[in-house]
């Protein structure tokens, strides 16, 4: 299985240019790679933005080569060949039929994802769902089997607990719109319980379009912006924003091991056509549910948004539980990144969270106030102490070392680069496409650095100690994760 490495750039820009191929999955995402052979050379490749297993998509084209006659007709046909059986339309209607039934002929086929009418016989030892009811049909997310063991849909859904504070954070905030991207529970429980908020779904897995109409739900590709039934579904999408949206927010929850730079540039594509239907320039609230270690990245795209410490609770992943739901000690790792005034968003008391009036934002039982930094500064869960030779607050398990000068887990190795930034010189400040050291011949497909990638690595400058915290913390959560990271990282900036 062709898992693409780690030191793997993305450039969403190039999704706007006609010249880009596309595969089932729209158009192909640019990504740029250290050549292994020679480290000095950056290798440009497009391929799926979706997938991060070329098993999934098998589509891959060096930047600059011609795609030949034969590679032309293989693709269409593997195009052909991925059209669903039956067109949104179709599987909407094929529910309402469904909905006719007595609710002892309702089943669904949860190996093939598939509604029955009458055909379980083509199912043959597939496993079914219980008879459906009314309320089934409305919560599909309840009894269809998650799609989480993938690294592509990383289907991971919220506990009760998660969904009832998001919505009531929506109604607190007196939101009457929300655009759920990656988010079916959310518009589920809006759609059921909620009907004065209007929900619209985006989301990839095609199973969705079988419960909500055309114009509740897109089949979507968050990293491209891609709409998998074209111009009609797109029409569905700008309809929903183009009515009553003075009150509308975003929701979105990606797969973690999502490349920040295409869904902020995503986002952004989201935001410009909200913008582009309300009558005066206001702001448009996000909640971006996204790993803790993530932050530093995210403010970097978004330097309006604020992490909130909220630990977000999901039904189906032992690492992003609470602790008392049987969760990992410090609970989730999930936060939730949001333009929205931190002081706007209460956290509930029953679980520990208490107002900081010096920050002005609510925090969890074990973030206190450091007075030094002036600022709770917890991330992951723990209690930090403040290192007065780092000047800052660090977790718990790290000493300060004077060698490296600089506070470090017990057992380190001195003076070894604990973090990577610019895959080519090493720099945290940025990425290898922003690399002075990296030259682009323009007459070139390819990007050729002069720099010494070794050369660079050896005098890899200490890192800052923020740096070192999300990058260590990124790793090993790669490490023990594995099934909702990607092969494709972004360089750890
Ligand atoms: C981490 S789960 C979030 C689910 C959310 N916690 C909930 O309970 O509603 C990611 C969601 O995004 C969807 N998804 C995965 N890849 C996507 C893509 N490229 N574009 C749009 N949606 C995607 C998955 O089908 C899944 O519903
Ligand atoms: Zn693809
Ligand atoms: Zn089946
Ligand atoms: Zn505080
Ligand atoms: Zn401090
Ligand atoms: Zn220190
Ligand atoms: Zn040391």
């Known amino acids: 299985m062709a898992r693409r490495g780690t030191g793997v750039e993305v450039l969403p820009e190039y999704l706007l ?17 250290l050549n292994t052979k020679d480290p000095t050379t950056v290798e440009t490749f497009y391929a799926c933005s979706a997938n991060r297993e070329r098993n999934d998509c098998p589509f891959y084209l060096k930047k600059g ?74 919560s599909p997310t309840k ?72 114009e509740a739900l897109c089949r979507y590709n968050m990293f491209n912006h891609h709409f998998f039934d074209g111009k009609t579904a797109q029409d569905n999408y700008k309809s929903f924003l183009s009515k009553d949206i003075s009150r509308i927010m975003i929701v979105m929850d990606p797969p ?14 989201i935001l410009k056509d909200i913008r582009s239907s309300l009558q005066v320039e206001q702001d ?86 450091c007075p030094e930094c002036d600022a709770c500064t917890s991330k992951d869960g723990r209690t930090y102490f403040h290192c007065f030779k780092c000047k800052r607050c660090v977790k718990p398990s790290k000493q300060h070392c004077d060698s490296c000068n600089l506070c470090q887990l017990p057992g380190h190795k001195c003076g070894q680069p604990v973090a990577q930034g610019c895959f080519i010189c090493g720099d945290l400040q940025h990425k290898k496409s922003r690399c002075p050291k990296r030259k682009r011949l323009s007459n070139e497909s390819e990007s050729v650095c002069v720099g010494n990638l070794l050369e660079c690595l050896i005098n890899m400058p200490l890192i800052l100690g923020a740096t070192i915290r999300e990058t260590w913390d990124y790793g090993n959560f790669l490490c023990k994760i594995a099934s909702w990271s990607s092969g494709i990282q972004a360089s750890p900036s």
């Open 17 to 33: 240019d006609a010249e880009t191929p596309t595969c089932p999955h729209g158009p192909m995402m640019l990504f740029e790679r």
């Open 65 to 138: 080569d011609k795609i030949s006659a034969a590679k032309t007709e293989a693709w269409k046909q593997i195009i052909a060949d991925s059209q669903p059986k039956y067109s949104h339309a179709e599987l909407y209607s094929r529910l309402v039929k469904l909905q006719e039934n007595p609710g002892n002929k309702r089943q669904c086929c949860l190996t093939c994802g598939e509604l029955l009418i009458g055909e379980a016989c083509d199912h043959k030892d597939h496993r079914l769902s219980h008879q459906l009811s009314d309320q089934d049909l409305r």
């Open 143 to 214: 009894f269809l089997t998650p799609l989480s063991g993938n690294s592509t849909n990383a289907q991971y859904l919220f506990s009760d607990k998660s969904v009832d504070f998001t919505v009531s954070l929506l109604e607190d905030l007196k939101v009457t719109k929300v655009l759920c991207v990656g988010a079916p529970r959310i518009h589920e429980e809006l759609c059921q319980s909620f009907p004065h908020i209007g929900s619209f779904l985006l989301d990839l897995d095609p199973r969705l379009q079988q419960f909500h109409s055309l």
């Open 256 to 269: 973690f091991g999502g490349l920040i730079d295409s869904l902020a540039f995503n986002l952004r594509r």
């Open 284 to 369: 448009v609230y996000v909640l971006w549910f996204f790993p803790y270690f993530m932050e530093q990245r995210i403010i970097e795209k978004f330097p309006d948004f604020t992490m909130l410490d909220y630990k977000v609770d999901y039904d189906n992943h032992a690492d992003f539980k609470s602790r008392d739901s049987g969760g990992s000690k410090h609970g989730s790792p999930v936060r939730i990144f949001t333009n929205v005034p931190p002081e706007r968003v209460v956290l509930p008391e029953s679980e520990g969270y208490k107002f900081c009036a010096k920050c002005k934002r609510f925090v969890s039982r074990e973030n206190q106030h």
